[in-house]
């Protein structure tokens, strides 16, 4: 592995650490109250190092999220042979449980940053793991004839994304009362039903 390699890989495993102790500290706290050097000492890290990588608190949560895909990669790693359906669930029930251990405020801070700025769509971007997998899922169903009959699989992967969004929007506004990821569980088994066996 050359310099630039070693060097971009550090660069992301710094920034990684700040993600996850910003993410770790706003569940014990609050976002609003953990402060930069918090997060430094938490991360290992100076604060000039933080800086670098980010221009303010406040930028962590355009890409508080970006853990997530990590997650989701973790939670799908040999499941590639499962069934689409299964794999579905798989990727829906593993993001519902790491929303959920993020705590409402947190994913409340987080979506309260995307509406303050609307340019910033990278948690949209259909590169992303997340998306990717899902519209996957998806394909394979509508090629076994297996998935919802008259609609396609990019359709029906931004009507669910919608749909979940949504779910969560809503356990936030219920100030996370109740349990997510049993939410999503009975919405996911209401829409199963609609994908037709051969």
Known sequence: ????????????????????????????????????RDICQK????????????RSKEELLSRGFSPLDRHMEAALAGHE???????????????AAFIQEQGWELVAR???????????AS??????????????CLKEMEEEGTALPGCTAEWL??????????????????RGSYSLLSRLEQDYTLFSRTFRAD
Do not use: C
């Not at 971009?8 to 930069?36: G, H, P």
């Not at 991360?43 to 980010?54: E, L, W």
């Not at 042979?81 to 993001?95: G, M």
């Open 1 to 36: 592995m050359d310099y630039h390699e070693r060097r971009r890989l550090q660069a992301q495993q710094t920034q990684q650490a700040i993600l996850e102790a910003a993410m770790v500290l706003s569940r014990e706290n609050s976002f609003d109250k953990v402060s930069v």
């Open 43 to 54: 991360a290992g890290i100076t604060t000039g190092a933080f800086y670098h990588h980010f």
């Open 81 to 95: 042979a499962d069934q689409p359906v299964e794999r579905l669930w798989l990727l829906l029930s593993s993001y």
């Open 110 to 120: 987080y979506y309260q940053r995307r509406l303050n700025a609307p340019d910033d």
């Open 123 to 136: 948690s949209m971007d259909p590169t992303r793991f997340t998306l990717r997998t899902m519209l996957d």
């Open 157 to 174: 992967a931004d009507f669910l994304f919608r749909h979940f969004r949504g779910v969560v929007l809503d356990w936030v506004l219920h």
